[in-house]
């Protein structure tokens, strides 16, 4: 397996596919997820001419699982360390959900010296959690209803919770088991109290400072039922924010849309990368 340690000593596990001469395109995953949950989109991108890269975040996947500095910015820090070990440059980074909230929060503290383009799909950013500053955010008890189910039961949690992710919940969707089977697995690999730590890290970390150091192209995709991150208080948020960012929103599409509508999303993704 292809690691880098960390300077506080992790171990992160990652997947580097492709030409190593080619533009680079980094993805970081969601929660509870793993660097499989790109493996589409570095098969697609990969055969398209770049190079393609995936890291297990600290404690999920197969990186180390630590007690402590399960957090956004430590999150952040790990990608800089990786982009910094695999000496990229002009990377594309490409954040899904808590992934999103990473990759902004990476802008934030490491600036962009190293990236041409950013793209957040269904991601956390600017605030989750509603305050009264975020007043369209969601309620704590949501998050903590989320705690709850991952401490109890974290297996039977991860399986009900495929169908609000990718909205099989709606009228004529078709629940694939494929899907519920292969989140759950990606899910059960990562360790509980990391899994734990990063529910805080997702809902209650705010970005409105991260996204004001955004100073490259900038596509927002997210679907609008979307109903793990809602998009007004996310996607409808952020281009209110970011200089210039192009929003592109999928009628109808569910939180899981990199999967879902996969065909078209890496189509998509390919024209804004190439424009």
């Not at 495929?162 to 759950?184: A, C, H, Q, T």
């Not at 100073?215 to 924010?241: E, F, M, R």
Request: glycine residues 10%.
């Amino acid at each position: 397996m292809s690691t880098i340690t960390t300077k506080d000593g992790t171990r992160i596990y990652y997947k580097d596919w492709g030409s190593k001469d080619a533009q680079p395109i980094v993805f970081s995953h969601g929660w509870p997820l793993s660097a499989d949950a790109w493996d589409a989109q570095m098969v697609f991108f990969a055969g398209k001419g770049f190079r393609v890269i995936a890291h297990d975040r600290r404690s999920h996947g197969r990186s180390d699982q630590v007690w402590d500095n399960n957090n956004m910015d430590q999150y952040a820090d790990d990608l800089a360390e990786l982009i910094e070990a695999l000496d990229l440059k002009e990377a594309i980074l490409v954040g899904h959900s808590t992934g999103g909230g990473e990759v902004t929060r990476y802008v934030g503290r490491h600036g962009t010296g190293r990236v041409a383009k950013v793209a957040l799909i269904g991601a956390v950013p600017p605030l989750m959690l509603k305050t009264e500053a975020n007043p369209g955010g969601l309620p704590l008890s949501v998050f903590d209803g989320i705690r709850k189910g991952t401490y109890d039961n974290r297996s039977q949690f991860f399986k009900d919770l495929v169908v609000p992710f990718y909205s099989y919940n709606r009228e004529g969707k078709v629940l694939s088991e494929g899907i519920r089977d292969s989140f759950w697995a990606q899910g059960m690999m990562g360790g509980l109290k990391g899994q734990l730590d990063s529910i805080r890290a997702f809902s209650e970390s705010d970005f409105h400072e991260d996204l004001k150091r955004f100073d490259k192209p900038t596509l927002v995709l997210h679907g609008d039922d979307d109903q793990i991150v809602p998009i007004g208080a996310s996607a409808l948020s952020t281009v209110k924010i970011v200089p210039h960012a192009v929003l592109k929103v999928y009628e109808g599409a569910d939180h899981g849309l990199t999967q879902t509508h996969q065909d078209r999303f890496n189509d998509d993704l390919l024209a804004f990368i190439t424009a």
